[in-house]
């Protein structure tokens, strides 16, 4: 009776530690209502509109870690590094960390490479439990290839542009599930998906 129970206790440990180191991967991004994310060859985000800019730093601030790739941080670079240190961790991959080192702050500001499934590993032994994938092409691409997007939250900017950086690359053939949609005000809406059959819970 007494082993019952202890095996009981062991597999509920298990369960919950499992619940508790499962991570979730939510991949934000801002497009024009034609699929870029950038306007023609412009690097950044400067199309994005004011309603659009407090959504995403307020719904940042939910997340304890964020990923993205160095042509996003270079196109960021100043912002960030003037910005108060974000409480979560910024992970910058490059395979050029070493060009990075200057800049490089454990915790707050990091600089690694690595295939999408192993940094999902590390972030998570880390505790790193709910992370913002943020861009771009590549970077979304490789992790939903991988199966690591639990969701997608996109926003939709009421322009077209005709050229530019799309969301993802290759060919892909995913469905996805809404789960909702907000309206930010001035035609902005963010639409969130479910990406159905992840595997992020690692
Ligand atoms: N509107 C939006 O929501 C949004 C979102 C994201 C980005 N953007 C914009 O899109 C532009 C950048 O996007 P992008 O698609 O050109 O580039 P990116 O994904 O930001 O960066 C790509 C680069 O990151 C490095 N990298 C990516 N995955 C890696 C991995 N697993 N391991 C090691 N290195 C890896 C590689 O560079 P190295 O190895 O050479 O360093 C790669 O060339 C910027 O203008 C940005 O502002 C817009």
Redesign the pocket.
Known sequence: MDSEIGGFATVAHKVLSDILLAMKIIA????SLDGY??RHD????S??SGVEKEFFARVLNTFNCSV?????????REQILAAPPARRLRL?????PE?YAPVHKHGFLEF?????RE?AEKLRERGKARCAL???????T?FLEAGLIDEFWI?FEPVFFGSG?R?LEGRLDRALELLGIEDLGGSVLVAKYRVPGNLSAL
């Open positions: 934000l991004a801002a497009l994310m950038t412009d690097e950044g985000n199309f994005t993205f790739g160095s042509a996003t941080f270079d196109a960021a910058v991959l490059t395979t050029r060009a690694a490479a690595g295939p999408p940094i943020l861009g771009g092409t590549r970077v979304f490789d926003s950086k969301l």
